[in-house]
Each structure stands twice: as structure tokens, then as C-alpha cells.
């Protein structure tokens, strides 16, 4: 079975299951638009320390993704280190993360449980528009 995102998050909510990395399979017609341009990754509330990865040391970015898959779309907000960013990035423009992964988290904060995924990829690849590639 193929773990898509919204698979994944469904069956996070139905079970106990560690908080681990997970690879996000995709459909051979999954597809990605740029959504919003990446935005830097903070350390701390203050905004004073960029977040960087801790195998490279490159600087993150948050870049927002519409997924596209059988008929369906949904918003990811993804992590991705600025080495990974390709040049003409827009809103718009279709993409494809490279080594796509999810991490389930939870947190209580004011006596409230959160909960959610934090998708990363290694890279976003630039794809060719539709009407071109057909």
C-alpha cells in the first residue's frame, strides 16, 4: 500500500504510533505546485537564529505545496534546505520533492494536546507544465 500524506495522518490518528520518519510513497500521477515562496526557518520564537540541518549546516526554508492526487488536492507545508530551492521557484510553478519524508509530532501545550506531521524533503525538483509534457 502506497502512504500517501492524508493516508499517513489518517492512520496516525487511529493508532499509537512512534514518532519516527516515515517515507511518503506517491502515485506515479501525484503532482506538486508551488503554493507560497519559501520562507526561512527560525531556531526561536525571536527570529534571530536561522534553523539549519544538522548533517550540512545549510539553512532551512518552509515552502507551502498544493498535492495533487486522484482528484483530490491538499496544502504541505514542506522543510527543505536552501541547497535544495531551484532557481525560478514561483507560485504556480509544478515541482516534485526529492526524498520526501514525514515525521509524525505531538506537543502539549496549555494542557492541550497538538498534533500533526512535519513533512522535509532533500531538494524540489523544477517539472516541466502539463501542456508541455504532453
Given at each position: 500500500m502506497v502512504?500517501?500524506?492524508?493516508r499517513l495522518a489518517?492512520?496516525?490518528r487511529k493508532e499509537a504510533t512512534p514518532m519516527a520518519r516515515i517515507r511518503v510513497g506517491l502515485l506515479p500521477t501525484s503532482s506538486f505546485m508551488v503554493g507560497t515562496l519559501p520562507v526561512p526557518k527560525y531556531?526561536?520564537?525571536?527570529?534571530t537564529q536561522f534553523a539549519t540541518d544538522r548533517e550540512t549546516g545549510?539553512?532551512?526554508?518552509?515552502?507551502?505545496?498544493?498535492?495533487?492526487e486522484?482528484?483530490?488536492?491538499?496544502?504541505?507545508?514542506?522543510?527543505?534546505?536552501?541547497?535544495?530551492?531551484?532557481?525560478?521557484?514561483?507560485?504556480?510553478?509544478p515541482v516534485m520533492p526529492v526524498?520526501?519524508?514525514?515525521?509524525?509530532?505531538?506537543?502539549?501545550?496549555n494542557g492541550s494536546l497538538s498534533d500533526g506531521i512535519a513533512y522535509r524533503a532533500d531538494r524540489l525538483d523544477l517539472m516541466?507544465?502539463?501542456?508541455?509534457a504532453a
Open positions: 502512504i500517501t500524506p492524508r489518517e492512520r496516525n531556531a526561536d520564537q525571536e527570529k545549510a539553512k532551512l526554508y518552509t515552502i507551502t505545496l498544493f498535492f495533487m486522484e482528484g483530490r488536492a491538499e496544502a504541505l507545508k514542506i522543510t527543505v534546505p536552501e541547497t535544495g530551492l531551484p532557481d525560478g521557484l514561483k507560485p504556480g510553478v526524498e520526501l519524508f514525514a515525521t509524525p509530532w505531538a506537543r502539549i501545550f516541466a507544465p502539463a501542456a508541455e
